[in-house]
């Protein structure tokens, strides 16, 4: 089955810095990579999502990148306020199927 | 509009009980998903629910059961309770998960 790994486990930047977090995939199958972000005591909410038919894609100050070849899919963060502090996963579908597997999270500070 | 509800918040039970979950998806929602986080985790998928028949299934034993109401609304049933149970298990509506709820906090002592 799929296996996402994603790094790192913990991340703590500067008010106005720029955050990215990584992670890989291992079934080629997967085309559909969500992202959440998880605030305290709550569920987590997507934030932004990449299917594989596109290398990149930007919200705001939120952005997404995929490498298909290299199975690798990030998220940018950037001007990164108090607020963006929560714990963040990637997840990895495969076409066809509805079970996401789900990176162990990072958990970002934004210190003010 | 009302996004993804469950209940309850927290509950606390003894090993070998059974507990029962429940979960209203977003308004216009037709499909429910369940999932299980435990501490320090991302979540894991447990089964879904489209049309009142379950659609898929996550690598959880059969004490894991649901069911789905003509309403679109869902009950997670945990048989036999184990203190490895003890997790935040999570309702999703939609086939892909975009809104989750907040969760019910499960306490096996």
């Known amino acids: 089955g799929e296996n996402v790994e994603q790094h790192p486990s913990t991340l703590s930047v500067q008010e106005g810095d720029s955050a990215v977090i990584k992670c890989t995939y291992s079934?080629?199958?997967?085309?559909?990579f969500p992202w959440y972000k998880q605030e305290l005591g709550k569920g987590p909410q997507l934030i932004i999502d990449?299917?594989?038919?596109?290398g990149e894609k930007k919200d705001q100050r939120i952005a997404v990148t995929l490498n298909k070849t290299a199975k690798h899919f990030s998220l940018h963060i950037t001007e990164t306020q108090p607020e963006d502090s929560a714990v963040y996963f990637c997840?990895?579908?495969?076409?066809?199927?509805?079970?996401?597997?789900f990176g162990r999270g990072t958990s970002l500070i934004v210190h003010p | 509009d009302a996004g993804v509800t469950q209940s309850p918040t927290h509950l606390i039970k003894t090993r070998g009980q059974q507990v029962t979950l429940r979960c209203s998806p977003k308004?216009?929602?037709?499909?429910v998903s369940w999932y299980q986080q435990a501490l320090g985790q991302g979540p894991q998928f447990i089964f879904q629910?489209?049309?009142?028949?379950?659609?898929q299934r996550g690598n959880f034993p059969d004490r894991f059961s649901g069911h789905q109401f003509p309403n679109y609304s869902s009950e997670l049933n945990v048989n036999a309770l184990l203190l490895g149970d003890s997790a935040l298990y999570l309702c999703?509506?939609?086939?892909?998960?975009?809104?989750f709820g907040s969760g019910t906090r499960l306490t096996v002592v």
């Open positions: 990449i299917r594989s038919n596109v």
């Open positions: 999703a509506s939609n086939p892909s998960p975009v809104a």
């Open positions: 629910y489209y049309e009142e028949e379950e659609r």
């Open positions: 308004s216009g929602h037709d499909t």
């Open positions: 997840a990895a579908i495969p076409g066809g199927s509805y079970i996401p597997t």
């Open positions: 079934d080629s199958a997967s085309n559909y």
